[in-house]
């Protein structure tokens, strides 16, 4: 089990920025979120990251990871105003006879294939695959 503690991940900017996301809290069903604190000061305008992890229970056969992260998108004029989030999802469905060597390969070929040119083409610029 990993402790509750700060989570440094690197930004897509050019010279990336390292942001710190501070924990704040784990909800009733186990999700911890954590945020990072705003330059604007504002609640709305911190990114966040959150990690769930459901066991298998009731009967079922799989286990369910989620990482997401958000980042909120502020009103252009103002920056005080949230106006919609951008929103990253990564499921992981695994089945309860999966081995340590496949739940591996898992994240290993996910991790990767976000990193693929064409991944990277669908969300930077919105170009499918043709």
């Known amino acids: 089990m990993t402790a509750f503690a700060a989570i440094l991940l690197d930004d897509g900017a050019d010279t990336p920025v390292e942001h710190t996301f501070s924990p704040s809290g784990i909800d009733q069903n186990g999700v911890a979120r954590l945020y990072e604190a705003s330059e604007e000061g504002s609640l709305d305008s911190r990114l ?24 909120p998108v502020m009103d252009p004029e103002t ?31 996910v991790a990767n294939f976000l990193a693929d040119p064409s991944v990277v083409a669908g969300v930077q610029d919105l170009e499918s695959i043709y």
């Open 79 to 109: 920056s005080l105003t949230k106006v919609g989030e951008i929103i990253g999802t990564a499921t992981f469905v695994l089945p309860k006879t999966a081995t340590l060597a496949q739940r591996a390969d898992i994240l290993a070929l």
């Open 48 to 71: 966040a990251i959150s990690l769930g992890v459901q066991l298998p229970k009731n009967g079922s056969q799989v286990a369910r990871v989620t990482a997401k992260v958000v980042i």
